[in-house]
């Protein structure tokens, strides 16, 4: 089974409609992300959490939410979609330890498609 | 503020020929630096990292790094590759106190049989 899993894989969704995209881990570690990848700009840090109780923006967090349920779970909500959000976008996990050298895990990625 | 650049977007290699993939960065303090490869409808994997110590660091599958303060350069290479070396490689940096990873642009190495 996937250390890092996605739900869905795929959605297609209109203009204006609210979208929550699911992340479980069982790696058992704190910290969670949330990327999205478009073509040619690679990925990009959308809000990251350290654990259930911290929760900071990345570097294009506007239009999108979070929500960290537990330690596994780590939802992004896009609250009122709009095409420019159309991308492939990643969930990752790592261990938390005193200095930032961690390993960041990937989940399979969401293609979300914004009509 | 780190970046990173990637400066081939895309790189053609026949099989069994060597290939290097460019990776420069811009920081004012100490970095870790990473490589991490996509395949096709997958996630990241990570390939190799530099954390301090040798500036050669080799990864899985056969890729090595060299870190070169000097030029602040990461470029990831490997001697002799394979079809199934086909994929997207993503440079990725991070800041020895901070929090977040930066990556580049990503390369899309193809190899032709």
């Known amino acids: 089974d996937a250390d890092v899993t996605q739900t869905p894989r795929n959605r297609i969704t209109k203009t204006g409609k609210r979208i929550m995209l699911e992340c479980s881990q069982t790696?058992?570690?704190?910290?969670m992300y949330w990327y999205r990848q478009d073509p040619g700009l690679g990925l990009r840090l959308i809000y990251y959490s350290f654990d259930v109780k911290d929760i900071n923006k990345g570097e294009i967090s506007d239009g999108y939410s979070v929500s960290r349920q537990a330690q596994a779970k780590f939802s992004l909500s896009l609250e009122s979609a709009i095409p420019n959000q159309t991308a492939l976008y990643f969930c990752a996990t790592s261990e938390s330890t005193r200095e930032p050298q961690e390993t960041q895990y990937f989940g399979p990625g969401t293609r979300l498609l914004v009509l | 503020a780190q970046s990173v650049t990637q400066l081939d977007s895309q790189v053609p290699v026949f099989e069994e020929a060597p290939v290097e993939l460019r990776c420069n960065y811009s920081s004012s303090v100490s970095v870790y630096l990473f490589w991490y490869v996509q395949y096709p409808n997958q996630g990241l994997q990570l390939l190799l990292k530099?954390?301090?110590?040798?500036?050669l660091v080799k990864g899985i599958n056969g890729f090595e790094a060299e870190f070169n303060k000097s030029q602040t350069s990461f470029h990831l290479r490997k001697p002799s590759v394979h079809i199934s070396d086909t994929a997207e490689y993503f440079c990725?940096?991070?800041?020895?106190?901070?929090?977040?990873?930066?990556f580049g642009t990503g390369t899309s190495l193809t190899v032709i049989p």
């Open positions: 990725a940096v991070t800041r020895n106190t901070g929090n977040q990873f930066y």
């Open positions: 790696k058992g570690h704190d910290r």
């Open positions: 530099y954390l301090s110590g040798s500036t």
